[in-house]
């Protein structure tokens, strides 16, 4: 019996990283309802999760911190996640992967599927805000069944990008972000002996400079000293050694221990909706947080105090009404967002946010009443990119057919026990190298 013909969906997440994995879970989620089926009581869909080994695969306090559930979560190679899919019958598949990966992926997929009549409802799409890379980001995931837009905005440019090209744009869907949510912010929630919050939300990669991270940890422990009222909250992505999406060379954690801290200002980790609870100003360079700050309408601020620049993603939030400096802040300004701006970015705090993935759900439904599905067909193959693509399947152990390079794992054989140990030890050392070694050595060249 086909999958999509059961009472239960089964549905399938790869990812490459923390984030992306609590993306690409909720978003599953989202296109495929999560009720219970009224005839036997149980659950109407099944989510197996799998992450893909990498220098970001996240750790088990990371996973935890997500707190996105799977019915199973393992953790695999490119050829080991495509020896599932070849005998896996899955409804619908979420490459919640970055744009190398998607492609990789989706060239292996249609590979392993050759000769099938039946398939997985193909999606992909973005984890956050899309402020660099969009047509290589794009071209990279275009040949999914459903690319996934997290705004108007973005589903504008989207299309725009595809059709500049002379690719299908059909699947470009509008959606929103998956992890929007929580109770609006109240002036008037706090009790009397509550204290009025500041979060600042750090980010990995921007800025990257030392120079420019001491600066902004500098202002945040002057503002928690000029307002000892206040709890003021450095909320980290990560501890040291681990990685999120992006590579962190000098965490916060670290420039923090030669600092003396003033006793109203912490250090925090944890699930970003749980932090934004008790947020009453959230202050960040670019993050992503800014739009699930935007939609509880919690004041929400984006600095310009190291300019306003593509190179550190600020440049997305002109127009929002949300752009400030440190000094502002000092003097108690709160932004008001404009709201034409915030409509247009996905952020529904007019009380439509469920029916965001009401599209994609339906176009999720029609594909799988379909029956059988063509074949993937992405833009770049090895007659439009040839320099290009045989590159990026080869860093996934594919040749540019899509089929498994020799020395891959075997489509018929599992990995033995020695060879899983190896592979174990030769993660550890990649993930130490990129971590430890690689940024000491691009310190020691800017001498």
């Given at each position: 019996m086909p999958a999509s013909a059961k009472k239960s969906r089964r549905v399938a997440v790869l990812a490459d990283s923390d984030t992306r994995w609590k993306w690409g879970a909720l978003t599953a989620n989202r296109l495929v309802s999560a009720g219970v089926s009224p005839d036997s009581g149980e659950p109407d869909i099944r989510l197996d999760g799998y992450l893909l080994r990498g220098r970001a695969t996240p750790t088990a306090r990371q996973l935890e911190e997500v707190g996105v559930r799977a019915d199973r979560l393992s953790e695999v190679t490119a050829a080991e996640f495509l020896r599932e899919m070849a005998r896996e019958p899955y409804d619908v598949l979420v490459l919640a992967l970055v744009g190398g990966g998607v492609q990789a992926m989706l060239h292996g997929l249609a590979h392993a599927w050759q000769?099938?009549?039946?398939?997985?409802?193909?999606?992909?799409?973005?984890?956050?805000?899309?402020?660099?890379?969009?047509?290589?980001?794009?071209?990279?995931?275009?040949?999914?069944?459903?690319?996934?837009?997290?705004?108007?905005?973005?589903?504008?440019?989207?299309?725009?990008?595809?059709?500049?090209?002379?690719?299908?744009?059909?699947?470009?869907?509008?959606?929103?972000?998956?992890?929007?949510?929580?109770?609006?912010?109240?002036?008037?929630?706090?009790?009397?002996?509550?204290?009025?919050?500041?979060?600042?939300?750090?980010?990995?990669?921007?800025?990257?400079?030392?120079?420019?991270?001491?600066?902004?940890?500098?202002?945040?422990?002057?503002?928690?000293?000029?307002?000892?009222?206040?709890?003021?909250?450095?909320?980290?992505?990560?501890?040291?050694?681990?990685?999120?999406?992006?590579?962190?060379?000098?965490?916060?954690?670290?420039?923090?221990?030669?600092?003396?801290?003033?006793?109203?200002?912490?250090?925090?980790?944890?699930?970003?909706?749980?932090?934004?609870?008790?947020t009453d100003l959230l202050v960040t360079v670019s993050s992503t947080a800014a739009l699930e700050s935007l939609h509880r309408r919690i004041p929400t601020v984006v600095l310009t105090d190291l300019g306003v620049r593509e190179a550190y993603g600020n440049h997305h939030f002109v127009g929002s009404g949300c752009l400030a400096s440190w000094d502002q802040l000092d003097d108690g300004y709160e932004p008001e967002p404009d709201p034409r701006w915030v409509d247009r970015q996905g952020v529904a705090t007019g009380g439509t946010y469920e029916a965001a993935f009401d599209r994609a759900r339906h176009r999720v439904d029609e594909l799988l009443g379909a029956g059988e599905l063509p074949p993937l067909k992405p833009y770049y193959t090895p007659v439009t990119a040839p320099g290009y693509l045989p590159g990026i399947l080869a860093r996934h152990h594919l040749a540019p057919d899509g089929g498994p390079l020799p020395g891959a794992p075997t489509a018929d054989r599992a990995p033995g026990p020695v060879r899983r140990i190896f592979r174990h030890a030769a993660r550890g050392a990649y993930r130490h190298g990129v971590q430890r070694v690689a940024p000491v050595i691009r310190r020691m060249g800017e001498l």
């Open positions: 000769g099938r009549t039946e398939r997985p409802v193909v999606v992909t799409g973005y984890v956050g805000v899309v402020y660099e890379k969009l047509t290589d980001g794009l071209l990279l995931r275009h040949g999914a069944d459903l690319v996934l837009a997290n705004s108007r905005q973005d589903a504008d440019r989207f299309r725009a990008v595809y059709e500049g090209v002379g690719a299908d744009a059909s699947s470009v869907t509008e959606v929103a972000l998956p992890f929007l949510g929580g109770a609006a912010h109240s002036a008037n929630r706090k009790a009397d002996d509550d204290p009025y919050t500041v979060v600042f939300a750090a980010q990995p990669s921007v800025p990257q400079s030392r120079q420019d991270r001491v600066y902004l940890l500098d202002r945040l422990i002057g503002h928690a000293r000029r307002h000892p009222g206040r709890e003021v909250l450095l909320k980290l992505r990560s501890k040291p050694g681990e990685h999120t999406t992006h590579i962190e060379e000098l965490p916060y954690q670290k420039l923090a221990q030669r600092k003396d801290l003033p006793a109203n200002l912490r250090l925090v980790y944890g699930n970003m909706g749980e932090v934004l609870d008790r």
